[in-house]
């Protein structure tokens, strides 16, 4: 090493500082103390000049002057490049300590500005056991809609990686904020956990892979009871669904036919579809808390509010709901959101009373619980509101989603084999209550709806299958229960 060395290694650190972008050099500053590579220059700069200064000292301890000029050689030489190896392996471990993780948002900012977030990236996923100590403006900083929609963008999860920690969640001031983020990045985003859970369960996109990763994260997250209440994540689902539904934007496309957005081959338009996307989640979320036999208020009458939002929306037109291209069932894509949603209350309620039902002879259910009650609640809201349907869907399917509802009631009393999956006898202890419940829901709706409600609800009951046992042996029961004297035609 030489004095003309060192200073060509001074030369070159200088310019990959000049170079660097604002990001990384922010980065730098943060983890590579800049006495260090200063100290170092300055002992070696030391070292030269002990070598080559005519100060006329022998070599101490009788040491041979040329293993003296050897060694003071070799410490000018590796001083400055362990300096520079030691500076590049802690700015790659990049750990943030209680003093750093103050600074850090500065690298936050610069990222923002430079719309670079690589680095950002980088950070997070090597400190996300400890961004709970992580200011508050900082974190606002970090759930930048720009920053989240940027990494969701590039194929990185890291921002639902970290909510997923129940520790940083519950550390954050506005969690809600954060959470409000994500949620709807990842129903617009292409590469997103929530669209890969939805179609591996319902289809609508051919050969998407749902990997492991995404599996795992949307078990900590979404299908995590815990995670899903403390997170509030059903508010951002339905208030995203509401308002591409208040816009009107899909207005004219979503009352057309609607083969497109049903369709199971190849790319389906539901599988872009925000408001199928985010009832979707919802009931994955409320299905696996009943799994878990969690009884917290999930908040299934989001559900409601979707569907009556998705009501509103929905024009019957004749030319489109008998068009020879159009489903008899679901005619339109706001006909299939309506269908879905009805369908998907009937299978939470039935998932809801099988793990109610122990498992041992003669079978037992329990009493419903607060997940249950919100089912009934929610299923008879939207039965109610489309029975009072004038001009937004066909009578037909009219009819079907309330013989839906009354069909659950009278298989609860006279033939529970219609509802549980597997099978399973008639003799079920206990289910009277269950009928009882969603009776009476039902009843609440109705004991103050208008003429063409009750019109509605008495063509379904006149309308039902009496071949069926159930149907047969239930139905002088519920006309009374619904209708009291009212004749049937």
């Known amino acids: 090493m030489t004095l003309e060395a060192l200073l060509t290694f001074i030369g070159i650190l200088l310019a990959v500082l000049a170079i660097v972008r604002p990001v990384q050099r922010h980065s730098l500053s943060l983890f590579v103390p800049a006495w260090r590579l200063g100290a170092a220059i300055l002992l070696s700069l030391v070292l030269l000049i002990c070598r080559d200064a005519p100060f006329g000292v022998s070599p101490p301890f009788g040491w041979p002057l040329p293993i003296v000029l050897f060694g003071l050689t070799m410490g000018a030489f590796l001083i400055p490049v362990g300096a520079a190896l030691w500076s590049w392996a802690s700015w790659h471990q990049a750990k943030l300590t209680k003093t750093k993780i103050g600074r850090v948002e500065k690298v936050f900012q610069a990222a923002l500005r430079e719309r670079e977030f690589d680095e950002v990236e980088r950070i997070v996923r090597k400190n996300q056991e400890r961004l709970e100590q ?44 954060a959470v409000d983020v994500v949620v709807r990045e990842l129903l617009r985003s292409n590469v997103s956990p929530l669209r890969s859970a939805v179609v591996s369960r319902y289809g609508g996109l051919e050969y998407l892979t749902y990997p492991a990763s995404e599996r795992a994260l949307m ?163 939207c039965v109610w509101n489309i029975a009072g349907s004038q001009g937004h869907v066909g009578p037909e399917f009219r009819k079907h989603v309330i013989e839906q509802y009354l069909l659950f009631v009278l298989a609860l009393g006279w033939q529970p084999s219609e509802i549980y999956v597997g099978p399973v006898g008639d003799k079920v202890e206990g289910l009277h209550v269950w009928r009882d419940l969603f009776l009476s829901e039902l009843q609440a709706r109705f004991a103050s709806g208008d003429s063409l409600e009750r019109e509605s609800l008495k063509d379904a009951i006149a309308s039902l299958d009496q071949g069926k046992r159930h149907v047969f042996e239930g139905h002088t029961w519920l006309k009374e229960k619904l209708l009291g004297n009212l004749p049937i035609c």
């Open 134 to 177: 992580l200011p508050a403006s900082g974190a606002s900083v970090l759930f930048h809609p720009a920053m989240v929609a940027a990494l969701a963008d590039s194929h990185s999860l890291v921002h639902l990686e970290l909510l997923a920690n129940m520790q940083f969640l519950r550390s954050l001031e506005n969690r809600h904020a």
């Open 219 to 381: 078990e900590k997250t979404f299908q995590h009871p815990e995670w899903y209440f403390e997170a509030s994540a059903h508010y951002p689902l339905t208030i995203s669904a509401v308002e591409v539904l208040r816009s009107g934007k899909l207005d004219t496309v979503y009352n057309d036919v609607g083969r497109d957005y049903e369709a199971t081959q190849g790319v389906s338009a539901r599988s872009q579809c925000p408001i199928y996307l985010a009832a979707k989640t919802e009931v994955l979320a409320i299905e696996a808390a009943l799994e878990k036999r969690v009884e917290k208020d999930f908040y299934a009458t989001d559900l409601w509010d979707i569907f009556r939002r998705v009501h509103e929306r929905s024009t019957f037109d004749q030319s489109v709901w008998e068009n020879s291209l159009s489903n008899h069932e679901f005619p339109m894509p706001y006909a299939y959101l309506l269908y879905v949603i009805t369908g998907d209350l009937y299978d939470l309620s039935a998932k809801a009373l099988e793990k109610a039902t122990s498992n041992s002879a003669p079978l037992r259910v329990e009493g419903p619980g607060q997940v249950a009650r919100a089912l009934a609640l929610t299923w008879s809201l």
